[in-house]
């Protein structure tokens, strides 16, 4: 039995993100297209004798040890398979952004996942790792699976799609301040009344007729609307201006990214932001959400 293993944590964008409601147990019902993209942490982890939990990451805005859903992931694993006495060191080399709607912590916590259920010999299935996944984080199950998916409920029901984007670009970017996703809802709530939808039956036809310029007319986050701050509006306007098809908050915020037919334009608006003093990175739409190194 291998005693360590490595693995890219793909980070994740919404093409579309709109809030339907809220469900009997107080979460907000979503409906959303998730997609991975090329920009990833990387995950190592190694089993252990002393029946101790040690995560350490190399950025210091990310809770070690029992503060980071990585940890909780790894607890999870080891209740359902009944080990609790077993033990893991887990590192964290950080890309992508914290506070950002690109699933980072998500990630890390698939990566673990996969990487303890390739070391104790794949002894439970993809399903029954996303059903651990879900009870440390809505987003685990997807950055489990990846690729492109319809997601429904508080973002658990998850309906694979198969996206045809070649040709396309991404850059991403974001700005110093971050969004917490519990303030951006309980702001939704607020607004509510006065929130525009995106029509999401349209972009998941468009997407099946294998229309993707087409559905990028139509892509929506409904937390732009929740969201106040000049590092995402100067994001999206320096997209734009540099031949952006589109851009987009994705999450609640605050990363944005915006589609490119053409790399040396996606190329070009990374240099503009990365000289202002932000996060940025070009990236691809990628069919994986947790690769092994």
Do not use: W
Not at 77 to 88: D, L, P
Not at 163 to 186: I, Q, W
Request: glycine share 8%.
């Amino acid at each position: 039995m291998d005693k360590s293993a490595r693995l890219k944590a793909y980070a994740k964008i919404n093409l579309s993100l709109d809030i339907t409601g809220v469900l009997e147990n107080g979460y907000h019902s979503i409906e959303s297209v998730f997609q991975s993209i090329s920009l990833y942490d990387t995950v190592s982890v190694s089993l252990n004798n002393t029946g101790i939990i040690n995560v350490e990451a190399d950025n210091s805005e990310i809770p070690s040890g029992m503060g980071n859903i990585a940890y909780k992931a790894a607890a999870a694993f080891f209740e359902y398979i009944k080990r609790t006495e077993s033990g893991a060191d887990i590192k964290i080399s950080k890309k992508i952004p914290s506070k950002a709607g690109m699933g980072g912590g998500s990630a890390d916590a698939a990566a673990v996942l996969k990487a303890l259920n390739h070391l104790y010999s794949d002894s439970i299935s993809e399903d029954e790792l996303c059903s651990i996944g879900e009870k440390t984080g809505a987003d685990v199950p997807f950055c489990i699976k990846g690729g492109t998916v319809f997601a429904e409920g508080t973002g658990n029901i998850l309906k694979p799609l198969t996206l045809t984007a070649d040709g396309y670009f991404l850059c991403v970017a974001k700005g110093k301040d971050g969004v917490s996703t519990v303030e951006a809802y309980h702001k939704f709530d607020e607004m509510q009344k006065n929130i525009i939808h995106p029509d999401t039956a349209i972009i998941l036809e468009k997407i099946k007729d294998n229309d993707f310029k087409s559905a990028l007319k139509y892509l929506g986050n409904v937390f732009e609307q929740t969201t106040n701050l000049d590092d995402v509006d100067f994001i999206k306007k320096t997209m734009l201006e540099n031949n952006a098809e589109t851009a987009l908050m994705t999450g609640s915020g605050s990363a944005v990214f915006g589609i490119f037919d053409d790399i040396i334009n996606a190329e070009k608006c990374m240099h503009i932001l990365e000289n202002n003093n932000m996060f940025a990175d070009v990236c691809k739409f990628i069919n994986t959400g947790c690769e092994f190194i």
